[in-house]
C-alpha cells in the first residue's frame, strides 16, 4: 500500500509541475495579447472615424446623395469573410479568427462613381477595408482572449488543488502508514525480546533442574 501511493505521489508531483509549466506559458501569452489587445482598440477607433469622415467626404464628391443604397444594390457576394482556425499554445486550442479578401468580388463596386467622384469613393473602399481589417483583429484577440483568461483560470484550480488538497493528502496517508509501520516494527521487537527473555528463564531452569537430579 506504501508503495502504490508512492507511485502516486510521484505522478501527482509529475503532473502539478506540467501544468504550473502551462499556466506560465498561457500567463505569458495573456501579457502579451493583453498589450495588442489594447493597441488593437486605438487602431479600431482611429480607423472608424478615418472611414466616417471618408464616407461623408464620398456622399459629397458625387452631389451629396447617400451612396449606400447603391454599394447595397451592387454588392452580390460578401469580398471579405472570415475563417475559423485554432492556435496551439502549451496544448490548447485558442479560436482565431482569419480573414479572407476576394478582390473578384469588388468588381461591380470599383465601376461606382466612375462618372464623378471615382478617387475619392476608392479611397473610402481602402479606408473602410484597413477599418474592417483592424476589426476583425480585434475580434479575434478578444475571443482569444476570452479563451485563455478561462483556461488560465482552470488549470490554476487544478494546480492549487493539487498542491494544496491531493498531494498533501497522499502524504498524509504515507505519514500515517510510516507511523503504523514504526509502530508494529515496535511491537514485534518487544514480542520477540519477550519471546527470548522467556527462553532464557526456561533454558536457565531446565538448566536447575539437570544441576539439581546430578546432585
Avoid at 467622384?117 to 483583429?137: D, H, K, L, N, S
Avoid at 488549470?155 to 488543488?161: D, H, P, S
Avoid at 494544496?164 to 502508514?177: A, E, F, L, N
Avoid at 514480542?191 to 538448566?207: D, F, G, P, S, Y
Wanted: proline fraction near 2%; glycine fraction near 6%; charge should be positive.
Amino acid at each position: 500500500m506504501l508503495q502504490q501511493f508512492k507511485a502516486r505521489l510521484t505522478g501527482a508531483k509529475k503532473g502539478h509541475g506540467l501544468l504550473k509549466k502551462k499556466r506560465d506559458a498561457l500567463k505569458k501569452k495573456f501579457q502579451d495579447m493583453l498589450k495588442k489587445i489594447v493597441d488593437t482598440k486605438l487602431e479600431v477607433g482611429n480607423s472608424l472615424k478615418e472611414a466616417a469622415f471618408s464616407f461623408a467626404k464620398a456622399n459629397w464628391a458625387v452631389g451629396g446623395e447617400d451612396i449606400s443604397m447603391s454599394i447595397m444594390e451592387r454588392a452580390k457576394e460578401p469580398s471579405i469573410t472570415c475563417k475559423l482556425n485554432a492556435d496551439n499554445v502549451a496544448g490548447v486550442k485558442l479560436p482565431v479568427f482569419k480573414m479572407a479578401h476576394d478582390p473578384k468580388k469588388d468588381g461591380d463596386i470599383q465601376t461606382l462613381g466612375v462618372a464623378h467622384g471615382g478617387a475619392v469613393i476608392q479611397a473610402c473602399r481602402e479606408t473602410y477595408f484597413r477599418a474592417m481589417t483592424a476589426v476583425i483583429e480585434l475580434a479575434s484577440l478578444q475571443t482569444t482572449f476570452f479563451t485563455l483568461n478561462e483556461e488560465i483560470k482552470m488549470t490554476g484550480r487544478r494546480v492549487n488543488a493539487l498542491e494544496y488538497v491531493i498531494i498533501p493528502k497522499i502524504q498524509s496517508v504515507m505519514d500515517y502508514i510510516d507511523q503504523e509501520m514504526d509502530e508494529q516494527a515496535r511491537e514485534e521487537f518487544f514480542r520477540v525480546k519477550k519471546v527470548v527473555e522467556k527462553k532464557k528463564k526456561k533454558l536457565a531452569m531446565e538448566k536447575a533442574l539437570e544441576d539439581a537430579h546430578k546432585l
